[in-house]
């Protein structure tokens, strides 16, 4: 059956090919214009209770189609390589990896950023901001028809389902790492962690600073991402990460969100300006394809680095001074 959503034909498509690998479930329906369009949740991997988990999340945002095409590619290439790479089937034996590639089916369908009925859903968690923030951008509820909206009250069916998904692996898991991917800020590849609403550090802040410095020490070519706290850039309310780190405090849970630097793609192709869906997508064939194996060798890093953490989370004495560390590089201008 076709739904008129590529990406999500493509997920379909996967589940049934590879039922033997794959455990997938529906998490729920949304409804547009009679049609239901359903979210799937998928987890390869370790069933084992406590195993390190890494989750994989696109297309919160309809319009920035592109992180749930770089989500879906990735999963793809997982589910090619689990049929023939011993080394790869062994890894998995004792890790999760779970993906929700499409968080918004209806705003693909309709290539809106928010969901049907108009909310933007990194702006409808619980919970407000408690510094300032950017008037709209940071999020609202004065009207639907405005961007950034925050719904009037209550959780959308999209961020219900998202939030219960990653709760529940969250609470399964001794460690999960997430890469939530989206496009449209800025010049540069962006990865960001909490919070969004505070411009204090969050309890993980440690073990953050000691995963991007092993990333940065493996991989020196790749280090095109600049990792922040979300509001070093902005600030905004009802933000779906900053909720779950505060709702599993005391876990150990690092939320990553990648920005895609898309200026750049507007900037080498300026007749991007006068199409929406192209401030936030790579239009050319081969920008596309740079940008869906651009960002492999990092995913691949957090399930390699989930697996090892043994070897590099860090604890006692070491966790301090990584904290320390991390808040002479983030925070310098905060007051103690
Ligand atoms: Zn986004």
């Known amino acids: 059956m076709q739904t008129n959503i590529p990406e999500l034909d493509k997920i379909i498509e996967l589940i049934e090919r590879h039922q033997d690998i794959l455990r997938a479930n529906v998490l729920g329906y949304v409804n547009e214009k009679k049609e239901s369009y359903p979210i799937h949740g998928i987890e390869i991997g370790s069933e084992l209770p406590h195993s390190p988990t890494v989750i994989f999340v696109g297309g919160i945002h309809g319009v920035e189609r592109i992180g749930s095409q770089v989500i879906i590619a990735f999963l793809d290439s ?3 390589r689990l049929q023939w790479d011993n080394h790869f ?8 990896v779970a993906f929700l590639p499409l968080a918004n089916p209806v705003g693909f369908l309709k290539n809106t950023r928010c969901n049907g009925q108009g909310i933007d859903l990194m702006r409808n968690a619980p919970g407000d901001a408690i510094c300032p923030t950017t008037w709209l951008v940071g999020g609202h509820r004065i009207s639907r028809h405005l961007p950034w909206y925050r719904g009037k009250q209550g959780l959308a069916p999209e961020s219900e389902i998202l939030l219960s998904f990653v709760s529940n692996l969250v ?16 010049l540069r590849d962006h990865l960001w962690f909490p919070y969004a609403g505070n411009i204090a550090p969050y309890p993980m802040l440690g073990q953050t600073y000691g995963l ?34 505060k709702q599993h405090k005391r876990q150990l849970f690092i939320p990553l969100t990648l920005e895609m630097g898309s200026w750049l793609w507007v900037k080498k192709n300026p007749r991007q300006l006068f199409n929406f869906a192209g401030f936030f997508n790579p239009q050319k064939q081969h920008r596309y394809e740079r940008i ?45």
């Open 171 to 186: 609470d399964r898991a001794s460690l999960t790492l997430s890469l939530d991917a989206h496009s449209g800020f800025g």
């Open 212 to 245: 991007m410095n092993l990333f940065d020490q493996t991989y020196p070519y790749h280090a095109h991402y600049q990792v922040a706290p979300q509001s070093h850039f902005y600030t905004t309310h009802g933000d779906l990460w900053d909720h779950l780190s």
């Open 89 to 96: 089937q062994q890894l998995f034996t004792q890790v999760r």
């Open 292 to 336: 869906l194996r651009r960002h492999t060798v990092l995913m691949n890093f957090l399930i390699q680095a989930a697996y090892s953490s043994a070897n590099w989370l860090p604890e006692g004495k070491t966790l301090g001074l990584m904290n320390d560390a991390a808040k002479r590089l983030w925070y310098q201008d905060l007051k103690r």
């Open 78 to 80: 997982i589910l090619e």
